[in-house]
């Protein structure tokens, strides 16, 4: 069974920074795409940055652009997401996705997820 798991939410003041990993087990993602997204209440779920196979070519929203570092590290199966100058508006779950194809964006269509980490960003 696959299974994804999120952890390195929590609260952080305007400015901070925050590191997010997600592990994967069941299934080795080395030959696929991966993905970050989030949600805000009363807001749809957007990819934040996904990244190739290879973590040779990554996508990123404009919105964090910049801000976020998106890595992977195939011989862990672990892919991160490094959040730095995080601001408000950044408050939200945070989800990762495999497999997710690269693009002008992120496409999740048959993607497994993890069950979402808390990010929470005080002014």
């Known amino acids: 069974e696959v299974h994804l798991v999120e952890s390195g939410g929590g609260l952080v003041q305007v400015g901070g920074s925050l590191r997010l990993a997600c592990a994967a087990s069941?299934?080795?993602?080395?030959?696929?795409?991966r993905g970050w997204f989030r949600q805000a209440p009363g807001k749809e779920r957007e990819g934040v940055s996904c990244i190739t196979r290879s973590g040779s070519s990554a996508y990123y929203a404009g919105s964090v652009k910049g801000r976020f570092t998106i890595s992977r590290d195939n011989a862990e199966n672990t892919v991160y997401l490094q959040m730095d100058n995080l601001t408000p508006e950044d408050t939200a779950v945070y989800y990762c996705?495999?497999?997710?194809?690269?693009?002008?964006?992120?496409?999740?269509?048959?993607?497994?997820w993890g069950q979402g980490t808390q990010v929470t960003v005080s002014s």
């Open positions: 996705a495999a497999p997710v194809v690269v693009g002008f964006g992120c496409h999740y269509a048959a993607a497994y």
């Open positions: 069941g299934f080795t993602f080395d030959d696929y795409g």
